[in-house]
C-alpha cells in the first residue's frame, strides 16, 4: 500500500485547510486511514482516522470539533479539513493507515505511512 499526501501549506491562525492522502495498491487489505502529526522538538501524535466503510471516526482531543475527517471511497482517498487553525497545529502532517481490525490510534497500530505534508500555521 502506497500512500500520497498533499495539501499542507502556510496559513494564518483561524483560517483553513484541507489535506488529501489517496491510496493505492493493496487497498483492500486497509482497515482505516487517518493522520498523526509531528511538531518540532515533540513526538508524533494522532489526530484522527475513519474506518474504511467511513462510518466511524475518532479525533484527538486537541482537534475535536475543528477538524473534519472524511473519505471517498470510489477514489480510494481521506481528507482533513482543518479548521479554526492555531499556532499549536503546525507540524508535519502523515497520513497512516491500519491493517488490523482496530483503527490506528497509536503508532504500533499503523501499518503504512505516507510522506509527511507541512502546515504551518502563523500568528
Known amino acids: 500500500v502506497q500512500l500520497q499526501a498533499s495539501g499542507g501549506g502556510l496559513v494564518q491562525a483561524g483560517g483553513s485547510l484541507r489535506l488529501s492522502c489517496a491510496a493505492s495498491g493493496r487497498t483492500f487489505s486497509i482497515y482505516g486511514m487517518g493522520w498523526f502529526r509531528q511538531a518540532p522538538g515533540k513526538e508524533r501524535e494522532f489526530v484522527a482516522v475513519i474506518n474504511w466503510s467511513g462510518s466511524s471516526t475518532i479525533y484527538a482531543d486537541s482537534v475535536k470539533g475543528r477538524f473534519t475527517i472524511s473519505r471517498d471511497s470510489a477514489k480510494n482517498t481521506v481528507y482533513l479539513q482543518m479548521n479554526s487553525l492555531k499556532p499549536e497545529d503546525t507540524a508535519v502532517y502523515y497520513c497512516?493507515?491500519?491493517?488490523?481490525?482496530?483503527?490506528?490510534?497509536?503508532?504500533?497500530?499503523?501499518?503504512?505511512w505516507g510522506q509527511g505534508t507541512q502546515v504551518t500555521v502563523s500568528s
Open positions: 497512516t493507515a491500519g491493517r488490523t481490525g482496530s483503527p490506528p490510534t497509536t503508532a504500533s497500530l499503523v501499518a503504512y
